[in-house]
Every structure is written in structure tokens, then in C-alpha cells.
């Protein structure tokens, strides 16, 4: 391959998301940093649509959103797509976060969620979600009893499979226990209501913790996988400069690996997927190399690689296209683990 995109996705790889064999391009798009995230001042939502429509023509069809971005401005902006092209598109929205002013709280109650479901699929303007994910569970509300409601939007033909998402906080992890030990209980625990048809969490070349236990777990069950944040916030692009400063909404302000240090610490993990990319052609990018990676950690795992550049968005579904080989892949597992921890 190349850095070279391709249009129409009659040849564009798929994979499929858990029992219910949902088809979907193998790279998704995150429409997280469109509206939430990142920079405000950098949003743009013209731009962004066209990324959408993009990633559409491309075969990215996963379009991963949440009633919180924004919050709701990322379901609206999708909203506008989805009208005009709904049958493109694998539509992936989550609920149980809702924003405050200063902070962000769960709700997990079965009627929050009956009514949130109602509002998500107004502002998407469609009338079924293909995946309903529950953002973080509430820890006021027994999970079985947010799962049910879920179910019963499933049953009521308002969505048509249900996932769910890693607690993610490294620094909330007790002494001892692997980053994704709670999912796995709560995954457990869900199972008995209504199947899990995918999971979503941090996956990328420098989180790979998901590949200890969750990745193992899922593939057993046939659960698909998304793997969120397989950039590394932009970081594993090689676009950021150490020291490049990020505005005070952006989290990646406070984020431990994104201080001038340690992005200086980390750059020798961006030499190292740039050097895998030279190997595969002068137009492919280290972002392309970090996507292929996580591609190939199983045929049930979709990347969704947030992005709001038409750009950006083409070089990402063209990395469905590049096959590391073995040596890549022993290049790349020698790399340093990356620094800058939230513990
Ligand atoms: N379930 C959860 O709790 C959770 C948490 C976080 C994220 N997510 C999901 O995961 C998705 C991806 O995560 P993320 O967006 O935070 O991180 P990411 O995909 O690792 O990185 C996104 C950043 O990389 C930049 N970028 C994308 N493609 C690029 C390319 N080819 N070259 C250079 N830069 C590129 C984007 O720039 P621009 O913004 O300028 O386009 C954006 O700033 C989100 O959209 C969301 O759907 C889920």
C-alpha cells in the first residue's frame, strides 16, 4: 500500500461486531474530537462533516459518538449526515455520562436511560442505534438493572446491540490488580442479562494493556472490540511537537504523557513506528503503522481513531490496507513502555 486512499468501499476490508454480526469497515472514525475533547477553538463543524461524509465514501462506516460530546453537539453534527446517508453508515453512541459544569457524573437509572435513548436517536435523526454502549456504569445503580433497560431498547427495536466501556482510570486501579479487572467483572455480570455484542477501550501501541486480559476475553466469547484512543491522543502520529503547549480544555493540558518531558521521553516510540513506515513506502505514516498494529491484534478488533480533518481521516482507512510483517511487529514490541503515568 501507500499513503494513497481509495474510493468507494466495494473492496474496503470489513469485520464484524460480536454474535449478532454486524458488518463495518475495519478502521472506524472517532467523532469524539469534532466537539469534546480537544481544543474548542480548533472545532470546526463544517470540516468536520466533510470528515464524516469522508470517512463514509471510504468505508469507515463505524461512526463512534456519545450523548456526552459536546455534550449532544457531536450527535447533532452526526445527525446532519445521518439524515441524508443512513444506510452508510454503523451508528455507535453511548449512554450513563452526564456533564456538569465542572464534572461529569453517571446515571444508570433504567428510566434516565429509556429517555436518554429517545433524545440520542432525535439528535442522530434515525430511528435505530446499531450499537448502544453504557458509557461507565453508575456505582448508585446495580449494573444489571442499566443493562435490562438497555436490553428492553433492544427488544423495542431502538437499538440493535449493546456494548460496553472499560473503566478506564489507571489511577483508580487497587494495588495489585490489572487495569481491566472491574470491566471484566461488570462484563461478567451483564452477560447473565443480555448479550455483549463489543467492548470499548483504550487500545494503541503505547496502552497495550488491553491485550493481557480483555482482548483475550472478548475474542473467546466472539465480542467485538473498539479499540478507542489508538493514536495515543495524536501522540503515535509524530505530528506533535514536544513542548507544542495544549489549550486548558484540552485534556491531553493535564494528561501525564503530554507534558514538554515526557513527550520528549516518548519520541522514541514515534522513531520507532516511523521507521516501520519508511520500510512500507515514503508516503506511509507513522499513524498508518500504529493502526495497522492494532488491526492486527485480532479480526474482531475495529480501530476508531478520533479525527476532524478530511485528511487525516483518508490516511486512517488506508491503514486497513497495510500488512506489518513479522519483523515489524518484533520492532515495535521491542519498544520502550511509554512514560508519564496517571498513578
Ligand atoms: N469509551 C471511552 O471512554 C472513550 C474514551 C476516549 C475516546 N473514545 C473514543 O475513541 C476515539 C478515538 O480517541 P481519541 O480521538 O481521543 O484519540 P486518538 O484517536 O488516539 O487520536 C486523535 C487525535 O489524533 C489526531 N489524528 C487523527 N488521525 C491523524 C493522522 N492521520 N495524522 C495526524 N494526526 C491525526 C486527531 O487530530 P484532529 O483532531 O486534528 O483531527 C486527534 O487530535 C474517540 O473519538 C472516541 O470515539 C472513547
Redesign the pocket.
Known sequence: MGGREREGHDQVERRTIGATALAVGAVGL????MSW??STS?QRGEESLRAVHRALDLGSTLL??ADMYGPFTNELLLGRVLRERRSDAFVST?VGLLVGDQHVVANGRPGYVRRACDASLRRLQTDVIDLYQL?RADPEVPIEETWGAMADLVRAGKVRALGL?AV?ARSARRPGARLHDTTIRQLERVQQVFPVSAV?A?L?VWSPEALETLLPWCEARGVGFLA???????FL?G?LTPGVGFEPDDLRARHPRFTAEMMAANQPIVAGLRRVARRHGEHV?P?QVALAWVLARGRHVVP??????ER?VA??AAAAELRLTERDHAEIAELPAARGSWD
Open positions: 472517532g467523532c469524539m474530537p475533547a480537544y480548533r463512534d459518538t453511548k458509557h466501556c478506564g470499548q483504550e494503541s478507542a484512543m489508538p493514536l495515543g491522543n495524536g502520529t505530528t505514516t499513524a476508531v481513531p478520533g479525527a476532524k480533518r487525516w490516511e486512517n
